[in-house]
């Protein structure tokens, strides 16, 4: 099936900081890439959707001057966590989609 | 929007056993709902799906059922192992690209 790369799977950060992560979709093009945060033991929940070439729709309640997606070609998205803080601590995941959904190995985030 | 319940919530059986996990939809426009795995510290991976065109779909071990018309989907796994063991999500979108909605999952734990 079709693979989508993400990178790094963990980063520590000091507080105060930014954070770029990235999601790449090795082969097939992806127009449309998504970001997801997950807490422990809990599901996955929709950050933004990435539109190649044009702006990030984002989702109720997340910042986007916090959490800047840029989605310059159709193979890499990118999520940039500006001046990170404790709080931001989670594991992030990128997905994108032709016909089926494939999800990155995500990126473990650390704040201290 | 769509609304994704699954249950249970946690699912203990022992080798060599079947498990089955349910998940229902609320939007009956939904016509694609995938399944992942996902391990501790890793991305869901994607390990069936399902288009609303089929009633049934199996591979190996692993099938899919889809009731349209109750609006539920079940995963069925036959001949447990011990590596079976992680969180299984299923989830719904109504159209080929858009976003996905996750059901909270269920964490299998296959004893030996």
């Known amino acids: 099936g079709a693979v989508v790369s993400q990178h790094p799977s963990r980063v520590i950060c000091k507080s105060g900081t930014s954070v770029k992560i990235e999601c790449r979709s090795l082969?097939?093009?992806?127009?449309?890439m998504f970001w997801y945060r997950q807490f422990p033991k809990q599901s996955l929940m929709l950050m933004a959707t990435s539109n190649e070439g044009s702006k990030a729709t984002y989702e109720q309640g997340v910042e986007k001057d916090k959490f800047l997606i840029n989605h310059a070609s159709l193979t890499l998205s990118t999520l940039t966590v500006t001046s990170a803080h404790p709080e931001d601590s989670s594991f992030y995941i990128c997905?994108?989609?032709?016909?089926?959904?494939?999800f990155g190995q995500g990126t473990r985030l650390t704040v201290v | 929007g769509e609304n994704v319940e699954q249950h249970p919530s946690t699912l203990s059986v022992q080798e060599g056993d079947s498990a089955v996990i349910k998940c229902t939809y609320s939007?009956?426009?939904?016509?694609?709902f995938p399944w992942y795995k996902q391990e501790l510290g890793k991305g869901p991976q994607l390990i069936i799906d399902?288009?609303?065109?089929?009633g049934e779909k199996k591979d190996q071990r692993i099938a899919v059922t889809l009731n349209k018309t109750a609006k539920h989907f079940s995963l069925h796994i036959t001949e447990t192992q011990p590596e079976d063991s992680a969180v299984y999500f299923c989830?719904?979108?109504?159209?080929?690209?858009?976003?996905?909605?996750f059901g909270k999952g269920t964490m299998l734990l296959v004893s030996p």
């Open positions: 997905s994108a989609r032709d016909s089926e959904a494939f």
């Open positions: 399902i288009r609303s065109n089929v």
């Open positions: 989830a719904a979108s109504w159209a080929g690209y858009s976003t996905l909605t």
């Open positions: 082969d097939f093009q992806a127009t449309t």
């Open positions: 939007d009956s426009a939904s016509n694609y």
